[in-house]
Every structure is written in structure tokens, then in C-alpha cells.
């Protein structure tokens, strides 16, 4: 919720996304004509209003469904309101932790409600005018016993070369690749790939978070054959291998993870009902 209003308060949020207008920390870019809020929304208006995703935190943070939108951690969804009216939010909520999903709700800059949602209900909320609306996201909540192992300093150095052709941590392993800090997470037993820029020596520091009593092994292989099994603990290994320059992969071979809570919010439906006379935004 705050980076929203932060954003809204410094002008991003009603100018960047609309209409390809330019503006950094509430300045615009040079050259470039900054409209008002009001032309902003008249010119981009429609009826009935199209919501679309404004911001989130990781891609498929919300995601479109049927009449609505399923949230699965923070973010924020929106659309340009021709009129005064009534919008009308079916929901239901999954409840983790000791509070309900809740909907934030604000025109503009200002908070018209933040109900909270368990079972299937409609809220209806009067909107005073046109203007910008924004549904957001902001209470997630997720708690699971997961082993992951933590990969730094990954370096391969080679007598004619230094580094990788490339690595890849895909997607669908739940881990993720830091290029700039040459780091990992592992979490699924999806091989991580390196493919060394020539033959040399990789060098790493692991560490292992523990899951349902036990820390991850590390399996290490070149060409369909293990070259070293490593099991992780708390503390930081120092691992040393000699490479050919055949790609390499790296697996926790023995992956756990179990979801324990989880808190989303699934928006069934969205509904504007225009006001019979309109009004514009101030």
C-alpha cells in the first residue's frame, strides 16, 4: 500500500502507465508535455472500465481470470473511471496466518475502502467521480517448509577464458539466478546449467536451509556423469571441481517442499455502473 500512494504522490502512477507519457521521480523527461490528471482519464476512459495490471512485485503476481483477477502476492490492478458511479467487486479470499485477504481500494489518491473477503460476497462502493481506481494486494502471507540451497562467488577460471557461455536456473526449479553477485537459490531437483567457456576449475561456497529435518545435497554432473555429491549444512563449503568444457548442471537431489499457509485473493468480478449523470475528475 505504500508504494502505491508513494507513487501516486510523486505522479508515476497516474502518468507513466498511461499514454506512453514520461516521468521519473514526478519530473517529466524533457521535451516531453505533461498532461492533467483529468485529460489523462478523459482521454483514456471507457465504458465499461478495462482493469489491467498496474504493478507487481514478481511477474504473475496477479493474473487475469474469467471476470476478475487472482492474486497471489502483492500487486496492484487498475483502470480509468469515465464518471461517478458504483463499482461493484465480487471476491473470496484463501485464509493464512491470522487475517483475511484484503482489497485496498483508492480513486486517485484518495482510500474509498479496503474490505476483507474469506467466502464468496459482493461489495458495492460508491466512486464520487471520474478518476483513476487502483485494486491492490497488500496483506500476502506465505509460510512453507522448503529446503533450498544458496550457491555464491560461482566463478570457472580457464587458461584462455574466465566465466560461462552461459547459466541457466529455469524458471519452473523455484530458484533463481543473481548474475550481477554470480549467486543462486535451488529449491526443485531441476538441473541449474552452466556451460564453461573452456575447459578449468569452478569454484563456489554452498550453504544449505533446512526442511523437514534435513539440508539439500548438491549433485554436480558433466556428461550424464556425477563428478561430486555435496551435502550442505548451515554454515558456507568451499567446492572445488575441474570442468571440461562440456555443460555442467547442478541438483538438490533430494528437493522437499510443503506449503504450510498460503493467503491469496481471487476478484471474481468487477463491475462499474455509471452514475445516470456524470461528473469529471477534479
Not at 524458471?171 to 564453461?196: C, F, H, K, N
Request: charged share 20%; proline share 7%; net charge neutral.
Amino acid at each position: 500500500m505504500r508504494a502505491l500512494l508513494r507513487a501516486l504522490a510523486l505522479g508515476v502512477g497516474p502518468l507513466v502507465v498511461v499514454a506512453g507519457i514520461g516521468v521519473v521521480g514526478g519530473q517529466s523527461v524533457p521535451g516531453e508535455k505533461l498532461a492533467s490528471p483529468a485529460a489523462v482519464v478523459s482521454a483514456s476512459c471507457t465504458q465499461p472500465p478495462v482493469f489491467q495490471p498496474g504493478y507487481q512485485r514478481r511477474d504473475r503476481y496477479v493474473i487475469p481470470q474469467g471476470d476478475g483477477f487472482k492474486f497471489d502476492s502483492d500487486a496492484w490492478v487498475q483502470a480509468d473511471l469515465c464518471s461517478a458511479g458504483t463499482l461493484r467487486i465480487t471476491a473470496d479470499g484463501d485464509v493464512a496466518g491470522d487475517e483475511d485477504p484484503q482489497l485496498t481500494v483508492v480513486l486517485d489518491t484518495t482510500v474509498l475502502a479496503a474490505p476483507y473477503f474469506t467466502r464468496e460476497r459482493t461489495v458495492s462502493l460508491k466512486i464520487p467521480h471520474a478518476g483513476r481506481i487502483y485494486l491492490g494486494f497488500f496483506n500476502d502471507y506465505y509460510l512453507a517448509d522448503v529446503r533450498v540451497a544458496t550457491l555464491r562467488d560461482i566463478k570457472l577460471t580457464a587458461p584462455a577464458c574466465q566465466g560461462f557461455k552461459s547459466v541457466n536456473v529455469p524458471i519452473e526449479s523455484a530458484g533463481i539466478w543473481y548474475p550481477a553477485a554470480q549467486a543462486a537459490s535451488l529449491v526443485r531437483d531441476i538441473p541449474m546449467t552452466l556451460i564453461p567457456c573452456a575447459a578449468g576449475e569452478l569454484t563456489m561456497r554452498v550453504q544449505g536451509r533446512e526442511g523437514n529435518g534435513a539440508f539439500p545435497i548438491l549433485t554436480f554432473k558433466q556428461g550424464g556423469q556425477a563428478i561430486e555429491t555435496l551435502q550442505t549444512d548451515a554454515n558456507f563449503k568451499s567446492v572445488r571441481l575441474s570442468l571440461s568444457p562440456e555443460t555442467a548442471t547442478v541438483t538438490v537431489s533430494n528437493a522437499y517442499g510443503v506449503t504450510l499457509a498460503n493467503r491469496n485473493l481471487n476478484v471474481r468480478r468487477l463491475e462499474f455502473v455509471p452514475d445516470a449523470v456524470s461528473s469529471t475528475a477534479p
